[in-house]
């Protein structure tokens, strides 16, 4: 009786071994089912303007779908994993095999013009490599007139593969056949595998683009921040931005979009916030308070506020708090533009060592550029320079935002109110949180260069 139950186990283990093998490990036997998943469509110049593949009248493999469902991190970016039931199996080879016949009617051909003129891409998943594509394109006539609506028929997929990996995938189209109600085409795929010599490791390698990321260029900005702030020296967050994103969420359910957060998915959001996020600040607060004990100012300080003398506008904290920003600004612009042709326009940002340099000389500008403020209106015999110092420091933000909306306007092509929301939504946290850093830090600054200045002077 127990051999035959420690066989029966061995035979679960084996069992459960095989079913975790594949997308889990990445290693496969020879024919072994290798499974293409569907993801999304959307809007090429509209990145955040997702919806489910099959909204798209596309022959659903069945109608119960299998889906792969992720983590947070998949569910806050819009993914949704459908199993395409494609046949593919790893080293055999597919001349071209139909998927299905897709009838055509007028309510489909209207919906899939529709997306073509708007430029609609889709996105697919093998062993966690995406294959990206376009539902189908307008074509003209040698005068350029007459465009006519085709959709891409055929799906060729080429897999490199190490031994028992995969390596690299890579999606072209071709069959394009026209747009007409009442006819019916074959949506067709074949795969192709060929061997390479990349190892695992450096897989994700294709997908970076080294020319766009130059160093030269990163060390140009650098360098020249450096030059630019010389010359020009001598010349409540998380609801905030619950707010916005539920705003932005409402939009999105409405498109009935992929972007859209499922309730669920908000409440563990806000689960984290309000067992994780908010204990820690109730406890650093109470940690901090008594850590730092009785007030120890260097010098004593009257209780009756002294009047303070008129000042020239320069000198006013509104005036010192708006400008306090541009050094800061100045010192990171250029690598704004990298960071939001990462996030807008589907490019793998990889230079964290270059950001990382540009957040110390973001980190060292603004304290020393909110020291120099500060003196400015300690000289002109105004105390309030608490609040100034935070605001100056803080309105670099205000500058990337504007940024921004230069960056929408003159290097993107995206349209549309759900896109445009999104955009500027998303900016509008990233900005927040920005400027509640840069605030915090030119408060702390001048904190340390007040109590320093002040501690061996003679206060009356």
Not at 22 to 37: F, G, I, M, N, R
Not at 45 to 71: A, I, M
Not at 368 to 375: D, Q
């Amino acid at each position: 009786m127990p051999s035959s139950t420690g066989a029966v186990l061995l035979l679960l283990v084996s069992l459960l071994a095989i079913a975790l093998a594949s997308d889990s490990d990445h290693k496969y036997q020879a024919d072994e089912q290798v499974t293409l998943w569907v993801n999304k469509v959307g809007p090429y110049n509209n990145p955040q303007e997702t919806y489910n593949y099959f909204s798209l009248p596309f022959c659903r493999p069945s109608q119960n779908d299998v889906h792969k469902w992720g983590g947070l991190g998949e569910v806050l970016g819009g993914n949704e994993l459908i199993d395409s039931e494609i046949p593919i199996k790893f080293l055999k080879n597919v001349d071209r095999n139909v998927i299905c016949k897709l009838e055509l009617d007028e309510a489909k051909v209207k919906h899939f013009k529709d997306a073509i003129e708007s430029s609609y891409w889709f996105e697919f998943f093998m062993d966690d490599l995406p294959l990206w594509g376009f539902v189908g394109e307008l074509h003209s006539d040698k005068n350029g007139e007459n465009a006519k609506h085709v959709l891409y028929t055929h799906k060729n997929i080429v897999v490199k593969y190490n031994k028992d990996q995969i390596i690299h995938v890579n999606l072209t189209q071709d069959n394009p056949r026209p747009l007409e109600a009442g006819r019916t085409v074959d949506l067709t795929y074949s795969v192709q595998w060929i061997p390479t010599d990349i190892t695992f490791p450096r897989r994700f390698d294709v997908y970076l683009d080294y020319p766009f990321f130059e160093h030269q260029i990163h060390w140009f900005s650098i360098f020249n921040s450096f030059m630019m702030c010389m010359v020009l020296t001598a010349s409540l967050f998380p609801f905030l931005c619950f707010g916005i994103g539920f705003l932005l969420n409402t939009i999105a359910i409405f498109y009935g979009s992929l972007a859209a957060i499922p309730f669920g998915t908000m409440v563990v959001v806000f689960v984290i916030w309000g067992f994780i996020s908010f204990p820690l600040a109730l406890l650093g607060t109470v940690v901090g308070r008594n850590w730092s004990g009785a007030p120890n100012n260097p010098c004593r300080v009257k209780t009756i506020p002294r009047p303070i003398p008129e000042k020239k506008w320069y000198l006013t904290p509104s005036v010192v708090s708006l400008m306090g920003g541009l050094l800061p600004f100045g010192s990171i612009f250029i690598e704004m533009y990298f960071v939001f042709t990462s996030f807008w326009n589907y490019k793998v940002y990889y230079v964290y060592g270059f950001m990382l340099l540009v957040f110390v000389i973001l980190v060292i500008v603004t304290v020393c550029v909110t020291i120099v403020g500060t003196y400015f209106l300690l000289n002109a015999e105004n105390y309030h320079w608490q609040w100034t110092s935070f605001f100056s420091a803080a309105s670099t933000a205000v500058y990337v935002y504007l940024y921004s909306i230069y960056y929408y306007y003159v290097k993107t092509k995206m349209s549309g109110f759900f896109q445009t929301s999104f955009y500027f939504g998303y900016t509008m946290m990233f900005c927040l949180g920005l400027g509640i850093l840069c605030g915090a830090v030119g408060f702390l600054g001048s904190n340390l260069f007040v109590r320093r200045i002040y501690r061996n002077i003679k206060c009356d």
